[in-house]
T-cell receptor
Framework: GENVEQHPSTLSVQEGDSAVIKCTYS??????FPWYKQELGKRPQLIID?????GEKKDQRIAVTLNKTAKHFSLHITETQPEDSAVYFC????????????FGDGTTLTVKP | EAGVTQSPTHLIKTRGQQATLRCSPI?????VYWYQQALGLGLQFLLW???????NRGNFPPRFSGRQFPNYSSELNVNALELEDSALYLC?????????????FGEGSRLTVL
């Protein structure tokens, strides 16, 4: 089955700096890669996703890049703000069939003011 | 529009007992997923139901089971509870017709096994 590894497990940055979280996957059939943000005590929420026919996708301060050959994808957050502090999860699945998503173990991002 | 709702919010049981957790998906969503989130760990996939059928199952023992009702709500049952079952159980739903893949999560049910 699919295996998703996520690094780092914790990340601390100064407000205004950039943050990068990386994930690798094992199943070459995976073609949908969402990222979820879970604030403390709250539910995970989708913040951005990318499909395998696209190499990069941006939404304001967040972007995701995908390297299919190397089987890795990354989340980039620029100009970080304290409200970006949360746990971020990457996931990989074959198709947009969420029932087959495999999640990474999460990255706890702390943005220091 | 109401989001995914889960009950109970908290549940305390003792070893060997059974726990039942409930989930109501977003209206119009036919797929329901269950995940276990142990403290400090990621989201471990438990079960996926769609149109009343179990479609996929994660690497959990058979004492984790569930079902989906005709109104698409779902129930997760955990039998013979063990201490390591203590976790936050998250339910999510999706609309497969939209083909977006986005999971909409509930707030979770925190199960504590003593």
């Amino acid at each position: 089955g699919e295996n998703v590894e996520q690094h780092p497990s914790t990340l601390s940055v100064q407000e205004g700096d950039s943050a990068v979280i990386k994930c690798t996957y094992s199943d070459s059939a995976s073609n949908y890669f969402p990222w979820y943000k879970q604030e403390l005590g709250k539910r995970p929420q989708l913040i951005i996703d990318i499909r395998s026919n696209v190499g990069e996708k941006k939404d304001q301060r967040i972007a995701v890049t995908l390297n299919k050959t190397a089987k890795h994808f990354s989340l980039h957050i620029t100009e970080t703000q304290p409200e970006d502090s949360a746990v971020y999860f990457c996931a990989a699945s074959e198709g947009v069939n969420a029932g087959k998503s495999t999640f990474g173990d999460g990255t706890t991002l702390t943005v220091k003011p | 529009e109401a989001g995914v709702t889960q009950s109970p919010t908290h549940l305390i049981k003792t070893r060997g007992q059974q726990a039942t957790l409930r989930c109501s998906p977003i209206s119009g969503h036919t797929s329901v997923y269950w995940y276990q989130q142990a403290l400090g760990l990621g989201l471990q996939f438990l079960l996926w139901y769609d149109e009343g059928e179990e479609r996929n199952r994660g690497n959990f023992p058979p004492r984790f089971s569930g079902r989906q009702f005709p109104n698409y709500s779902s129930e997760l049952n955990v039998n013979a509870l063990e201490l390591e079952d203590s976790a936050l159980y998250l339910c999510a739903s999706s609309n497969r017709d939209l083909n977006t893949g986005e999971l909409f999560f509930g707030e979770g049910s925190r199960l504590t096994v003593l």
